[in-house]
T-cell receptor, first 112, second 115 residues
Framework: GQQLNQSPQSMFIQEGEDVSMNCTSS?????WLWYKQEPGEGPVLLIA?????ELTSNGRLTAQFGITRKDSFLNISASIPSDVGIYFC????????????FGRGTSLIVHP | SAVISQKPSRDICQRGTSLTIQCQVD?????MFWYRQQPGQSLTLIAT?????????ESGFVIDKFPISRPNLTFSTLTVSNMSPEDSSIYLC????????????FGPGTRLTVL
């Protein structure tokens, strides 16, 4: 099926640094979703974006729905060790199928 | 948000056997889905579990290998049949939309190892 281009594939950062990751697609999406998956757990929804240009925050996390509707980014400010995990973006097409297309994930490691 | 539980959380099975994974949602949802996640990989959709009708399978997945039940709006099962080591993976249930929103939520996953 269709795949989103998510980058970077992995990040190794120091505690306190800011993090930025993004997803791009050749298709237009109506909804962008960002999930975090910790080892041994299922993905947990962090932020959902529903409108082009929308900028939404959840604590230290900020995500934006790109104006072209073909991209989204997620920023994490002042990273802490518990931010470790794999972050997935996902796009949902119009039409109500609710089946998102997932990116390949960004693995984040935070060194104390 | 919907709270989703899965049983078992993990299992180690012998080649040629079958395992049924259960998924329970704490609220009625329109759609339930089953995904497979290989180690270090993204999520691959196996099928959409439709209440009252047969599941809709994605390319590469067939009903004989992955039979699915959806007896009501809060419960579904996925069976991994005639298992081989290649079936070792994490199997994830997800659900949505519900009265609390139209996004997908995931269960904790079932980690399957086939020897």
């Amino acid at each position: 099926g269709q795949q989103l281009n998510q980058s970077p594939q992995s990040m190794f950062i120091q505690e306190g640094e800011d993090v930025s990751m993004n997803c791009t697609s050749s298709s237009i999406f109506n909804t962008w979703l960002w999930y975090k998956q910790e080892p041994g757990e299922g993905p947990v929804l962090l932020i959902a974006l529903y409108k082009a240009g929308e900028l939404t925050s959840n604590g230290r996390l900020t995500a934006q729905f790109g104006i072209t509707r073909k991209d989204s980014f997620l920023n994490i400010s002042a990273s802490i060790p518990s931010d470790v995990g794999i972050y997935f973006c996902a796009g949902q097409l119009a039409g109500g199928s609710y089946i998102p297309t997932f990116g390949r994930g960004t693995s984040l490691i935070v060194h104390p | 948000s919907a709270v989703i539980s899965q049983k078992p959380s993990r299992d180690i099975c012998q080649r040629g056997t079958s395992l049924t994974i259960q998924c329970q949602v704490d609220s009625q949802v329109t759609m339930m889905f089953w995904y497979r996640q290989q180690p270090g990989q993204s999520l691959t959709l196996i099928a959409t579990a439709n209440q009252g009708s047969e599941a809709t399978y994605e390319s590469g997945f067939v009903i004989d290998k992955f039979p699915i039940s959806r007896p009501n709006l809060t419960f579904s099962t996925l069976t991994v049949s005639n298992m081989s080591p290649e079936d070792s993976s994490i199997y994830l249930c997800s659900a949505g939309p519900s009265a609390s929103g139209d996004t997908q939520y995931f269960g904790p996953g079932t980690r399957l190892t086939v020897l």
